[in-house]
Protein backbone atom coordinates (compact mmCIF):
# COMPACT_ATOMS: atom_id res chain seq x y z
CA UNK A 1 0.00 0.00 0.00
CA UNK A 2 1.00 3.46 -1.13
CA UNK A 3 1.03 6.02 1.35
CA UNK A 4 -0.96 9.22 1.16
CA UNK A 5 1.32 11.07 1.20
CA UNK A 6 0.47 14.64 -0.89
CA UNK A 7 3.03 17.20 -1.29
CA UNK A 8 5.72 16.44 -3.69
CA UNK A 9 8.50 14.43 -2.17
CA UNK A 10 11.17 16.61 -3.08
CA UNK A 11 11.06 20.39 -2.99
CA UNK A 12 12.00 22.02 -6.11
CA UNK A 13 15.70 22.69 -6.40
CA UNK A 14 16.35 21.13 -2.68
CA UNK A 15 19.30 19.21 -2.67
CA UNK A 16 18.73 15.33 -1.01
CA UNK A 17 20.91 14.30 1.98
CA UNK A 18 20.07 11.44 4.24
CA UNK A 19 21.47 10.17 6.97
CA UNK A 20 21.55 7.21 9.38
CA UNK A 21 22.26 7.52 12.94
CA UNK A 22 22.70 4.17 14.68
CA UNK A 23 23.45 4.14 18.30
CA UNK A 24 26.50 2.25 19.14
CA UNK A 25 24.64 -0.10 22.47
CA UNK A 26 24.97 -3.08 20.14
CA UNK A 27 25.19 -4.95 16.43
CA UNK A 28 23.57 -3.02 13.54
CA UNK A 29 19.84 -4.20 14.35
CA UNK A 30 18.18 -5.57 11.02
CA UNK A 31 15.25 -2.87 11.29
CA UNK A 32 18.42 0.13 11.40
CA UNK A 33 19.61 -1.28 8.53
CA UNK A 34 16.79 -1.73 6.44
CA UNK A 35 16.36 2.44 7.45
CA UNK A 36 19.66 2.96 6.39
CA UNK A 37 19.42 0.98 3.06
CA UNK A 38 15.93 3.00 2.48
CA UNK A 39 17.99 6.26 3.10
CA UNK A 40 20.99 5.01 0.87
CA UNK A 41 18.76 4.06 -1.63
CA UNK A 42 16.90 7.47 -1.45
CA UNK A 43 20.20 9.34 -1.45
CA UNK A 44 21.77 7.57 -4.28
CA UNK A 45 18.51 7.78 -6.17
CA UNK A 46 18.69 11.25 -6.07
CA UNK A 47 21.99 11.78 -6.70
CA UNK A 48 22.54 13.41 -2.96
CA UNK A 49 24.67 12.20 -0.11
CA UNK A 50 24.23 9.92 2.64
CA UNK A 51 25.70 10.86 6.27
CA UNK A 52 26.75 8.11 8.57
CA UNK A 53 26.03 9.22 12.05
CA UNK A 54 27.11 7.44 15.17
CA UNK A 55 24.58 8.58 18.07
CA UNK A 56 27.33 7.78 20.89
CA UNK A 57 25.32 10.01 23.80
CA UNK A 58 24.24 6.93 25.77
CA UNK A 59 28.06 7.30 26.81
CA UNK A 60 27.83 4.31 29.59
CA UNK A 61 25.93 1.67 26.83
CA UNK A 62 27.91 2.61 24.18
CA UNK A 63 31.38 0.89 22.93
CA UNK A 64 34.18 0.82 21.08
CA UNK A 65 33.32 -2.58 19.13
CA UNK A 66 29.67 -1.54 18.59
CA UNK A 67 31.36 1.13 16.52
CA UNK A 68 33.14 -1.57 14.27
CA UNK A 69 30.79 -4.13 14.43
CA UNK A 70 28.20 -1.20 12.45
CA UNK A 71 31.08 -0.06 10.39
CA UNK A 72 31.61 -3.24 9.40
CA UNK A 73 27.86 -4.67 8.66
CA UNK A 74 27.70 -0.79 6.72
CA UNK A 75 30.42 -1.89 4.56
CA UNK A 76 29.26 -6.03 4.32
CA UNK A 77 26.03 -4.53 3.01
CA UNK A 78 27.89 -2.04 0.76
CA UNK A 79 25.74 1.22 2.07
CA UNK A 80 28.44 3.58 1.38
CA UNK A 81 28.47 7.15 3.15
CA UNK A 82 29.66 10.21 1.81
CA UNK A 83 30.22 11.79 5.27
CA UNK A 84 31.50 10.61 8.43
CA UNK A 85 31.24 8.55 10.64
CA UNK A 86 30.68 11.71 12.92
CA UNK A 87 30.16 11.11 16.33
CA UNK A 88 27.95 12.95 18.45
CA UNK A 89 30.27 12.99 21.79
CA UNK A 90 32.85 14.64 19.63
CA UNK A 91 29.99 17.62 18.98
CA UNK A 92 29.64 18.60 22.77
CA UNK A 93 31.02 21.86 22.36
CA UNK A 94 28.88 22.72 19.30
CA UNK A 95 25.13 21.12 21.13
CA UNK A 96 26.57 23.31 24.13
CA UNK A 97 26.83 26.09 21.93
CA UNK A 98 23.58 25.58 20.46
CA UNK A 99 21.93 25.10 23.77
CA UNK A 100 23.78 28.79 25.30
CA UNK A 101 21.48 30.65 22.16
CA UNK A 102 18.11 28.59 23.02
CA UNK A 103 18.60 29.88 26.91
CA UNK A 104 19.57 33.18 25.95
CA UNK A 105 16.50 33.47 24.05
CA UNK A 106 14.31 32.06 26.50
CA UNK A 107 13.73 29.13 24.44
CA UNK A 108 15.03 26.86 27.12
CA UNK A 109 15.75 27.08 31.38
CA UNK A 110 17.41 25.18 33.66
CA UNK A 111 15.55 22.61 35.62
CA UNK A 112 16.83 22.12 38.80
CA UNK A 113 13.83 19.45 40.18
CA UNK A 114 15.51 16.65 41.35
CA UNK A 115 14.52 13.05 40.07
CA UNK A 116 13.06 12.34 43.45
CA UNK A 117 11.29 15.54 43.27
CA UNK A 118 9.90 14.61 39.64
CA UNK A 119 9.07 11.40 40.48
CA UNK A 120 6.86 12.93 43.28
CA UNK A 121 4.92 14.97 40.71
CA UNK A 122 4.52 12.06 38.09
CA UNK A 123 3.04 10.03 41.25
CA UNK A 124 0.87 12.59 42.31
CA UNK A 125 0.01 12.90 38.55
CA UNK A 126 -1.18 8.92 38.06
CA UNK A 127 -3.27 9.07 41.31
CA UNK A 128 -5.11 11.82 39.61
CA UNK A 129 -5.23 10.06 36.66
CA UNK A 130 -3.10 12.55 34.47
CA UNK A 131 -0.74 12.13 31.70
CA UNK A 132 2.93 12.20 33.30
CA UNK A 133 4.24 15.49 31.80
CA UNK A 134 6.67 17.87 33.43
CA UNK A 135 4.67 20.44 34.82
CA UNK A 136 6.44 23.48 34.15
CA UNK A 137 7.33 24.05 37.72
CA UNK A 138 11.09 25.75 36.53
CA UNK A 139 9.60 27.38 33.39
CA UNK A 140 10.19 31.52 33.70
CA UNK A 141 7.01 33.07 33.39
CA UNK A 142 6.46 36.44 33.27
CA UNK A 143 5.20 37.28 36.29
CA UNK A 144 6.04 33.83 38.04
CA UNK A 145 8.37 33.53 41.07
CA UNK A 146 10.50 30.88 40.66
CA UNK A 147 11.70 28.17 43.53
CA UNK A 148 14.64 29.01 45.23
CA UNK A 149 17.81 27.60 43.36
CA UNK A 150 18.64 24.74 45.35
CA UNK A 151 22.07 24.03 46.93
CA UNK A 152 24.15 21.44 45.28
CA UNK A 153 21.76 20.60 42.12
CA UNK A 154 22.60 20.47 38.85
CA UNK A 155 20.38 21.72 36.76
CA UNK A 156 19.26 20.25 33.14
CA UNK A 157 18.34 22.12 30.59
CA UNK A 158 14.75 21.94 29.33
CA UNK A 159 12.99 23.09 26.37
CA UNK A 160 10.19 25.67 26.61
CA UNK A 161 7.60 23.79 24.13
CA UNK A 162 5.29 26.36 22.91
CA UNK A 163 1.95 25.88 25.11
CA UNK A 164 -0.65 25.66 22.71
CA UNK A 165 -1.24 25.40 19.19
CA UNK A 166 -0.49 21.59 17.37
CA UNK A 167 2.45 20.21 15.70
CA UNK A 168 1.94 19.09 12.44
CA UNK A 169 3.61 17.30 9.42
CA UNK A 170 3.08 15.19 6.31
CA UNK A 171 5.01 11.80 6.90
CA UNK A 172 5.98 10.23 3.86
CA UNK A 173 5.20 6.88 5.29
CA UNK A 174 2.11 7.62 7.38
CA UNK A 175 0.50 10.60 5.70
CA UNK A 176 -0.28 14.03 7.92
CA UNK A 177 0.34 13.75 11.56
CA UNK A 178 -0.75 16.46 14.18
CA UNK A 179 -0.13 16.50 17.59
CA UNK A 180 -1.26 19.23 20.35
CA UNK A 181 1.23 21.00 22.45
CA UNK A 182 -0.59 20.60 25.37
CA UNK A 183 0.18 16.52 25.14
CA UNK A 184 3.70 17.17 25.47
CA UNK A 185 6.10 18.57 27.86
CA UNK A 186 9.01 20.98 27.89
CA UNK A 187 11.64 17.90 27.03
CA UNK A 188 15.06 17.86 28.84
CA UNK A 189 17.47 19.02 26.13
CA UNK A 190 20.57 18.59 27.95
CA UNK A 191 21.50 16.54 31.19
CA UNK A 192 22.93 17.68 34.18
CA UNK A 193 26.42 16.28 33.32
CA UNK A 194 26.24 18.33 30.50
CA UNK A 195 25.73 15.56 27.69
CA UNK A 196 22.74 16.76 25.56
CA UNK A 197 19.50 14.16 24.86
CA UNK A 198 19.27 12.48 21.78
CA UNK A 199 16.02 15.02 20.66
CA UNK A 200 18.06 17.60 20.92
CA UNK A 201 21.02 16.13 19.56
CA UNK A 202 19.36 14.77 16.43
CA UNK A 203 18.22 18.02 15.84
CA UNK A 204 21.59 19.92 15.76
CA UNK A 205 22.94 17.68 13.87
CA UNK A 206 20.14 17.12 11.26
CA UNK A 207 20.38 21.04 10.83
CA UNK A 208 23.90 21.43 10.31
CA UNK A 209 24.65 18.45 8.39
CA UNK A 210 21.31 19.81 6.05
CA UNK A 211 19.74 16.85 6.70
CA UNK A 212 16.66 16.83 3.84
CA UNK A 213 14.82 13.53 4.52
CA UNK A 214 15.43 12.20 7.81
CA UNK A 215 14.03 7.90 7.35
CA UNK A 216 13.90 6.03 10.39
CA UNK A 217 11.62 3.37 12.68
CA UNK A 218 8.14 4.50 13.66
CA UNK A 219 9.39 3.83 17.13
CA UNK A 220 10.69 7.80 16.92
CA UNK A 221 7.20 8.86 15.42
CA UNK A 222 6.56 10.63 19.62
CA UNK A 223 9.93 12.36 19.27
CA UNK A 224 9.08 14.03 16.09
CA UNK A 225 6.79 16.93 17.36
CA UNK A 226 9.48 17.78 19.90
CA UNK A 227 12.17 17.89 17.62
CA UNK A 228 9.65 20.05 15.00
CA UNK A 229 9.47 22.23 18.09
CA UNK A 230 13.34 22.73 18.05
CA UNK A 231 13.76 23.13 14.43
CA UNK A 232 11.31 26.05 14.49
CA UNK A 233 13.18 27.34 17.91
CA UNK A 234 16.26 27.25 16.08
CA UNK A 235 14.86 28.79 12.91
CA UNK A 236 16.18 25.76 10.89
CA UNK A 237 14.02 24.80 7.67
CA UNK A 238 12.44 21.44 8.33
CA UNK A 239 13.46 17.71 7.00
CA UNK A 240 10.94 15.82 5.55
CA UNK A 241 9.95 12.88 7.74
CA UNK A 242 9.32 9.10 6.73
CA UNK A 243 8.85 6.64 9.77
CA UNK A 244 9.08 3.13 8.70
CA UNK A 245 6.64 0.75 10.35
CA UNK A 246 8.57 -1.50 12.37
CA UNK A 247 9.44 -5.43 11.55
CA UNK A 248 7.60 -7.82 13.00
CA UNK A 249 9.11 -12.05 13.72
CA UNK A 250 7.37 -14.22 12.11
CA UNK A 251 5.17 -14.87 15.50
CA UNK A 252 3.79 -11.46 14.97
CA UNK A 253 6.07 -9.99 17.92
CA UNK A 254 8.27 -7.50 17.80
CA UNK A 255 11.52 -8.68 15.82
CA UNK A 256 13.93 -9.46 18.76
CA UNK A 257 16.78 -11.13 19.73
CA UNK A 258 14.70 -13.38 21.84
CA UNK A 259 13.23 -15.08 18.65
CA UNK A 260 15.94 -15.30 16.34
CA UNK A 261 18.96 -13.44 14.79
CA UNK A 262 18.60 -9.36 14.48
CA UNK A 263 21.95 -8.40 13.66
CA UNK A 264 23.42 -7.51 10.45
CA UNK A 265 26.66 -9.68 11.32
CA UNK A 266 24.69 -13.25 13.07
CA UNK A 267 23.24 -13.10 9.04
CA UNK A 268 26.68 -12.65 7.36
CA UNK A 269 28.19 -15.48 10.00
CA UNK A 270 25.66 -17.98 8.56
CA UNK A 271 26.38 -17.37 5.03
CA UNK A 272 24.20 -15.39 3.71
CA UNK A 273 25.13 -13.05 1.00
CA UNK A 274 25.01 -9.01 1.18
CA UNK A 275 23.26 -8.70 -2.10
CA UNK A 276 20.53 -10.97 -1.07
CA UNK A 277 20.08 -9.48 2.88
CA UNK A 278 19.83 -5.72 0.80
CA UNK A 279 17.09 -7.43 -2.13
CA UNK A 280 15.28 -8.94 0.90
CA UNK A 281 15.29 -6.33 3.49
CA UNK A 282 14.34 -3.92 0.37
CA UNK A 283 11.08 -5.70 0.31
CA UNK A 284 10.02 -5.41 4.05
CA UNK A 285 8.10 -1.91 3.65
CA UNK A 286 8.84 -1.34 0.36
CA UNK A 287 7.32 -2.64 -3.29
CA UNK A 288 8.27 -2.24 -6.86
CA UNK A 289 5.31 -3.84 -8.09
CA UNK A 290 5.61 -7.60 -8.07
CA UNK A 291 9.14 -7.59 -8.43
CA UNK A 292 10.76 -10.15 -5.53
CA UNK A 293 14.42 -10.25 -7.11
CA UNK A 294 16.51 -7.23 -8.08
CA UNK A 295 19.77 -5.62 -7.83
CA UNK A 296 20.87 -2.65 -6.17
CA UNK A 297 21.07 -0.77 -9.14
CA UNK A 298 17.31 -1.83 -9.71
CA UNK A 299 16.69 -0.40 -5.90
CA UNK A 300 18.36 2.50 -6.73
CA UNK A 301 16.83 3.06 -10.11
CA UNK A 302 13.30 2.66 -8.48
CA UNK A 303 13.64 3.96 -4.87
CA UNK A 304 12.01 7.51 -5.26
CA UNK A 305 10.59 7.34 -1.69
CA UNK A 306 6.92 6.57 -2.43
CA UNK A 307 5.66 3.07 -2.38
CA UNK A 308 7.07 2.79 1.39
CA UNK A 309 3.81 0.45 3.64
CA UNK A 310 2.30 2.31 6.35
CA UNK A 311 1.79 -1.84 7.93
CA UNK A 312 4.44 -3.63 9.99
CA UNK A 313 6.59 -5.96 7.64
CA UNK A 314 6.56 -9.59 8.32
CA UNK A 315 10.39 -11.11 9.22
CA UNK A 316 10.05 -14.12 6.93
CA UNK A 317 13.42 -16.55 7.11
CA UNK A 318 11.44 -18.65 4.08
CA UNK A 319 11.54 -16.15 1.51
CA UNK A 320 15.29 -14.87 3.38
CA UNK A 321 16.33 -18.41 2.37
CA UNK A 322 14.77 -18.77 -0.80
CA UNK A 323 16.30 -15.07 -2.01
CA UNK A 324 19.43 -15.96 -0.67
CA UNK A 325 19.16 -19.09 -2.60
CA UNK A 326 18.51 -17.34 -5.84
CA UNK A 327 21.82 -15.28 -5.24
CA UNK A 328 23.45 -18.28 -4.17
CA UNK A 329 23.19 -19.85 -7.80
CA UNK A 330 24.23 -16.95 -9.13
CA UNK A 331 27.34 -16.77 -7.63
CA UNK A 332 30.85 -16.15 -9.43
CA UNK A 333 33.67 -18.64 -8.65
CA UNK A 334 35.66 -16.21 -6.50
CA UNK A 335 33.33 -15.45 -4.36
CA UNK A 336 31.69 -18.83 -4.22
CA UNK A 337 34.99 -20.53 -3.18
CA UNK A 338 35.52 -17.34 -0.87
CA UNK A 339 32.46 -17.83 0.91
CA UNK A 340 32.86 -21.71 1.23
CA UNK A 341 36.25 -21.36 2.84
CA UNK A 342 35.17 -18.76 5.18
CA UNK A 343 32.17 -21.21 6.63
CA UNK A 344 34.59 -24.09 6.56
CA UNK A 345 37.06 -21.79 9.30
CA UNK A 346 34.28 -21.13 11.62
CA UNK A 347 33.85 -24.90 12.05
CA UNK A 348 37.56 -25.36 11.92
CA UNK A 349 38.07 -26.92 8.88
CA UNK A 350 40.82 -25.80 6.75
CA UNK A 351 39.85 -26.45 3.02
CA UNK A 352 42.80 -28.01 0.65
CA UNK A 353 43.53 -27.35 -2.73
CA UNK A 354 40.95 -24.34 -4.24
CA UNK A 355 40.01 -25.89 -7.35
CA UNK A 356 38.55 -29.02 -5.68
CA UNK A 357 36.51 -27.11 -2.85
CA UNK A 358 35.18 -24.73 -6.46
CA UNK A 359 33.99 -28.48 -7.88
CA UNK A 360 32.42 -29.83 -4.61
CA UNK A 361 30.61 -26.56 -4.09
CA UNK A 362 28.71 -26.57 -7.76
CA UNK A 363 28.15 -30.02 -6.84
CA UNK A 364 26.02 -28.45 -3.94
CA UNK A 365 24.95 -25.26 -4.10
CA UNK A 366 21.68 -25.67 -5.60
CA UNK A 367 20.55 -27.54 -2.53
CA UNK A 368 21.86 -25.02 -0.28
CA UNK A 369 20.29 -21.90 1.12
CA UNK A 370 23.04 -20.77 2.91
CA UNK A 371 26.49 -20.67 3.09
CA UNK A 372 25.95 -22.66 6.29
CA UNK A 373 24.35 -25.09 4.41
CA UNK A 374 27.48 -25.41 1.84
CA UNK A 375 29.23 -25.98 4.26
CA UNK A 376 27.30 -28.69 5.93
CA UNK A 377 28.19 -30.49 2.81
CA UNK A 378 31.79 -29.51 2.23
CA UNK A 379 32.52 -30.29 5.63
CA UNK A 380 31.83 -34.58 4.61
CA UNK A 381 33.98 -34.05 2.69
CA UNK A 382 37.08 -32.05 4.35
CA UNK A 383 36.23 -33.34 7.93
CA UNK A 384 34.23 -36.34 9.01
CA UNK A 385 30.59 -37.48 9.12
CA UNK A 386 28.03 -39.30 11.43
CA UNK A 387 25.56 -40.79 9.85
CA UNK A 388 22.44 -40.92 12.76
CA UNK A 389 21.33 -44.39 13.52
CA UNK A 390 17.89 -44.70 12.06
CA UNK A 391 19.56 -43.79 8.39
CA UNK A 392 21.98 -46.13 8.99
CA UNK A 393 19.14 -48.67 10.50
CA UNK A 394 17.20 -47.41 7.38
CA UNK A 395 19.21 -48.29 4.71
CA UNK A 396 22.84 -49.82 5.16
CA UNK A 397 20.98 -53.73 5.71
CA UNK A 398 21.90 -56.37 5.24
CA UNK A 399 21.09 -56.72 1.44
CA UNK A 400 23.48 -54.27 0.71
CA UNK A 401 26.28 -54.72 2.75
CA UNK A 402 27.55 -57.38 0.23
CA UNK A 403 27.00 -54.73 -2.71
CA UNK A 404 28.73 -52.15 -0.53
CA UNK A 405 31.78 -54.07 -0.29
CA UNK A 406 32.03 -54.96 -4.05
CA UNK A 407 31.76 -51.41 -4.57
CA UNK A 408 34.33 -50.47 -2.36
CA UNK A 409 36.74 -52.90 -4.46
CA UNK A 410 35.93 -51.58 -7.85
CA UNK A 411 36.23 -48.00 -6.40
CA UNK A 412 40.05 -48.95 -5.49
CA UNK A 413 41.03 -49.08 -9.13
CA UNK A 414 38.70 -46.77 -11.53
CA UNK A 415 40.15 -43.85 -12.70
CA UNK A 416 38.59 -41.14 -10.44
CA UNK A 417 35.75 -39.56 -12.60
CA UNK A 418 32.46 -38.92 -12.34
CA UNK A 419 32.10 -41.57 -15.76
CA UNK A 420 34.52 -44.25 -14.23
CA UNK A 421 32.77 -44.30 -10.83
CA UNK A 422 28.96 -44.38 -12.39
CA UNK A 423 30.28 -47.47 -14.41
CA UNK A 424 31.90 -49.11 -11.33
CA UNK A 425 27.75 -48.32 -9.66
CA UNK A 426 26.53 -49.60 -12.43
CA UNK A 427 28.64 -53.04 -12.29
CA UNK A 428 27.78 -53.87 -8.50
CA UNK A 429 24.48 -53.41 -9.08
CA UNK A 430 24.04 -55.97 -12.03
CA UNK A 431 26.87 -58.22 -10.04
CA UNK A 432 23.83 -58.03 -7.14
CA UNK A 433 20.69 -57.79 -8.86
CA UNK A 434 20.44 -54.24 -7.00
CA UNK A 435 18.77 -51.21 -8.14
CA UNK A 436 19.85 -47.80 -7.76
CA UNK A 437 17.32 -46.96 -5.11
CA UNK A 438 18.64 -49.62 -3.13
CA UNK A 439 22.20 -49.21 -3.37
CA UNK A 440 22.14 -45.51 -3.43
CA UNK A 441 21.23 -44.60 -0.07
CA UNK A 442 23.11 -47.18 1.41
CA UNK A 443 26.32 -44.96 0.09
CA UNK A 444 24.99 -41.25 1.04
CA UNK A 445 24.26 -42.12 4.16
CA UNK A 446 27.90 -43.80 4.43
CA UNK A 447 29.76 -41.38 2.66
CA UNK A 448 27.69 -38.31 3.19
CA UNK A 449 26.15 -38.98 6.49
CA UNK A 450 22.53 -38.23 5.06
CA UNK A 451 20.22 -40.28 2.73
CA UNK A 452 19.90 -37.72 -0.22
CA UNK A 453 22.36 -36.21 -2.15
CA UNK A 454 22.74 -35.09 -5.59
CA UNK A 455 23.58 -37.36 -8.30
CA UNK A 456 25.70 -39.88 -6.76
CA UNK A 457 28.66 -40.83 -9.18
CA UNK A 458 28.92 -36.42 -8.83
CA UNK A 459 29.00 -36.56 -5.14
CA UNK A 460 31.78 -39.40 -5.04
CA UNK A 461 33.97 -37.93 -7.35
CA UNK A 462 34.18 -34.87 -5.20
CA UNK A 463 35.78 -36.66 -2.58
CA UNK A 464 39.00 -38.50 -1.82
CA UNK A 465 39.29 -42.13 -3.20
CA UNK A 466 40.26 -43.13 0.07
CA UNK A 467 38.10 -41.38 2.28
CA UNK A 468 35.19 -43.02 -0.08
CA UNK A 469 36.52 -46.15 0.71
CA UNK A 470 37.55 -45.85 4.18
CA UNK A 471 33.29 -44.85 4.80
CA UNK A 472 32.03 -47.45 2.81
CA UNK A 473 33.79 -49.97 4.87
CA UNK A 474 32.11 -48.51 7.99
CA UNK A 475 29.44 -50.70 7.04
N1 LIG B 1 20.02 6.85 17.36
C1 LIG B 1 18.64 6.75 16.97
C2 LIG B 1 18.29 5.28 16.83
O1 LIG B 1 19.18 4.48 16.64
C3 LIG B 1 18.41 7.48 15.67
C4 LIG B 1 17.01 7.83 15.40
C5 LIG B 1 16.91 8.78 14.26
O2 LIG B 1 17.22 8.37 13.14
O3 LIG B 1 16.53 9.93 14.48
O4 LIG B 1 17.14 4.92 16.95
Given at each position: MSAPHAAPIIAAGQRVRTRIAPSP?????LGTARTALFSWAFARHHRGEFVLRIEDTDVARSSEASVEQILASMRWLG??????????MQRLERYTAVAARLLADNKAYYCYATPAELETMREGQRARGE?????????????KALPPIPEGVSPVIRFRNPAAGVVNWDDLVKGPITIANHEIDDLVIVRADGVPTYNFAVVVDDVDMRISHVFRGDEHVNNTPWQINIFAALGAPLPAFAHVPIILGD?????SKRRGAVSVTAYEDMGYLPEAMLNYLARLGWS?????IFSREQMVAWF???????SPAQWDPVKLDWVNAHYLRALDARRLLALATAQLARRGIVAPATDAVLRACVVFKDRCSTGAELADWLGAIYGDVAPGAEDLALHVTDAVRPALATLRDKLA????DKASIAAAIKETLVAHGLKMPQLAPAVRVL????????SLDAVLEVFERETVRARLARR
Open positions: TGFLHLDHDEGPIFQKALYDGRWRPEPGDGHKLHGDDEDGSHLSKTVPWVCGRAQTP
